[in-house]
């Protein structure tokens, strides 16, 4: 039995004396989740996902249950199970935890998902920053290989041959994106893919293929072992589970913890058991939710705001990776988002003109408000930049790279203003 | 730390297969085995050659992935993280103090070749900001004192390992 308020997926973290003895994890009830999977009907461990309601928690937040579905549907021998490990979003250092003091509960998840698609190869595309965890979870691979949970005949079961390979990311932030990974799994450069067709249908080597990031692959053993209704039950209606999320910023106790999905916004900031409050004695003044990518909200508009996937998007914010990227009131909101869209215009790939050269009119634009040399107009230039980037973008990242600019204007727009050098005058008639 | 023989570098390139796959392991390995910390032109041919890749395909990999090199760099590149977590938590103090101890700008190695800086985005040590990464090494919670003991002991030759 699980009951709320208990460490769910950091419950071994704390525990295991050696995070890739498979003896060990076993008496933690590792592989506990393998076991019942691999007596069950494959239709049934679908619907115990979907019960469970596990929304992807690499960001997107798209229901696994309905992912898995559609590559079990998917037409094709070969399917490939994919792990992204390629954290690289500023704020967020969870799935690092997983990887390095729990890897074998990533490898079970992977395991059940090679078994229930029938695939013989997993991947796990870790970023490259992580070289030192690479070596740990090669070691968790070969004591599951040689424990029996890995190679040949898994556990028993003719013809259930499966094996995961760590492949190194390099430094390329875009990789985080699944299609773009999958490319630079193939030995390639890692820029993104035209979609569609859906990776589900055509990914890795134009085989159907998995991908989910390292925190829902933690929690399919969880899901297995206890039932979709006890998963769903840690959370909320529009999301099961637990949640990682990282505190950083101007916040006392900054690190990494496990939330139910539900738990109040206020908790997490100030109560001691999470972040504690500020660390430089000013008041907190906005949160930078789920990465560079995510919103922005301003603390004082969040009393009432519930830790949750629909909680967040009732505020116009989103969950995304974990990340909770607190700041006091001595931070000029357009001097972050110089920060922000300085990081965007070096991580553009550069593939679509729209992303490439937008990033970098976002960044000159935003550096003239923060100089204060920023001409009447300007704000709407910015406004209609954003909108371009957003909507003619070809991935992910350039199509959110607006999303802290627009929060953040909407917040504290007198900040932007600020920045306006009032002695210009107007061009009549505009210049569009 | 020497770099690394003709056939030390063909070992890491079996130890990953040959698997083109595989190909960013084999560059990081190899780079961070190597002293001056880049991929030269002739074990880029070696990869290449090993892999059934053409030298243009391994130079596209090289100059897309920000960890790899295609230039000599300093014995020490401390690559400070730039991303807000870290930059609004004392992360602006630290490229000031390393061009006040190093005395030359970003990205340009001081004279006797030891030391460089530059920034780079979230290592994923962003609760223990401020931050400098040497290889895979992550200096934490750095202050002022922190940063001149840290250079300090660099000079002395304290990490054997880096
Ligand atoms: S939106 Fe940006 S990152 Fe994505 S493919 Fe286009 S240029 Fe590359
Ligand atoms: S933001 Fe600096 S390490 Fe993540």
């Known amino acids: ?6 460490p769910v997926l950091l419950e071994r973290v704390n525990k295991m004396r050696q995070a890739t003895n ?6 933690y009830q590792g592989f506990s989740g393998l076991l019942k999977a691999i007596e069950m009907d494959k239709e049934a461990i679908l619907d115990e996902l979907d019960l469970a309601h596990l929304r992807g928690r690499g960001g997107a937040a798209f229901p696994l249950g309905k992912k898995w579905r559609h590559l079990y549907g998917a037409k094709g021998d070969t399917k490939y199970i994919v792990c992204n490990a390629d954290e690289g979003e500023p704020g967020t250092f969870k799935d690092k935890v997983l990887l390095k003091h729990d890897p074998l509960s990533v490898i079970e998840g992977m395991v059940i998902a090679g078994y229930l ?3 013989k190869a997993g991947y796990i595309y870790m970023r490259g920053e992580y070289l030192g965890i690479q070596k740990i979870f090669q070691e968790a691979l070969d004591n599951a290989e040689k424990a029996g949970f890995l190679g040949e005949n898994i556990l028993g079961i003719p013809g259930f041959n499966y094996n995961i390979t760590i492949i190194s990311g390099a430094g390329a932030y875009v990789c985080g994106e699944n299609s773009a990974l999958l490319n630079s799994i193939e030995g390639k450069t890692g820029r993104p893919r035209v979609k569609p067709p859906h990776l589900a249908d055509v990914g890795l080597y134009l085989q159907p293929t998995l991908v989910n990031n390292v925190e829902s692959f933690a ?12 998963y769903r039950d840690l959370g909320t209606e529009d999301g099961g589970g637990t949640k990682l999320i990282c505190l950083s910023g101007h916040i006392k106790n900054r690190g990494l913890y496990e939330v139910n999905l539900g738990t109040s916004l206020q908790d997490i900031l100030y109560s001691e058991e999470y972040g504690g409050g500020t660390s430089t004695g000013r008041p907190l003044k906005f949160i930078h939710f789920g990465g560079q990518s995510g919103p922005i909200g301003a603390v004082q508009n969040l009393e009432d705001c519930i830790y949750s996937y629909e909680g967040l998007w009732d505020k116009d914010l989103s969950i995304g990776s974990g990340a909770i990227v607190v700041m006091d009131d001595q931070v000029s909101i357009v001097d972050y988002l110089v920060q922000v869209a300085a990081f965007f215009a070096h991580e553009s790939c550069g593939k679509c003109t729209p992303c490439r050269l937008g990033t970098t009119r976002i960044l000159e634009l935003l550096t003239k408000f923060n100089n204060q040399t920023a001409v009447v107009g300007d704000l709407e230039r910015l406004e209609k930049m954003l909108m371009h980037v957003t909507n003619l973008s070809a991935c992910g990242l350039g199509q959110s790279v607006a999303n802290p600019m627009k929060s953040g204007l909407a917040y504290f727009p007198e900040e932007f203003e600020a920045g306006i050098r009032e002695a210009v005058t107007p061009v009549k ?3 569009w | 730390m020497s770099s690394l023989s003709l056939s030390e570098k063909e070992a890491i390139i079996l130890a ?3 698997d083109p796959q595989r190909i960013l392991n084999m560059l990081i390995a190899i780079q961070y085995g190597s002293e001056e910390g880049y991929i030269d032109e002739a074990t880029a041919q070696l990869v290449g050659d090993h892999l059934h890749l053409s030298q243009a395909r391994v130079y596209e990999i090289l100059s897309f ?16 993280c730039n991303s807000t977590p870290c930059l609004f938590t004392g992360g602006t103090m630290l490229a000031e103090v390393l061009e006040t101890i190093l005395e030359v700008p970003a990205d340009e190695p001081t004279p006797d070749g030891l030391f460089m800086y530059h920034s780079i985005p979230c290592i994923g040590a962003c609760d223990k900001g401020p931050v400098i990464k040497i290889k895979d090494t992550v200096f934490a919670d750095l202050t002022e004192a922190k940063v001149y003991q840290l250079i300090d002991d660099l000079q002395r030759g304290c990490y054997q390992e880096l």
């Open chain 2, 16 to 18: 990953n297969d040959s």
């Open chain 1, 22 to 27: 498979v003896g060990e994890y076993q008496e």
């Open chain 1, 1 to 6: 039995m699980i009951k709320r308020n208990q």
């Open chain 1, 429 to 431: 008639g505009g210049l």
């Open chain 2, 65 to 80: 992935y920000a960890i790899l090199k295609t230039e000599p760099q300093a014995k020490y590149v401390l690559k400070i």
């Open chain 1, 219 to 230: 929690g399919i053993p969880v899901i297995l072992r206890e039932g979709g209704q006890a």
């Open chain 1, 117 to 119: 698609f029938s695939a």
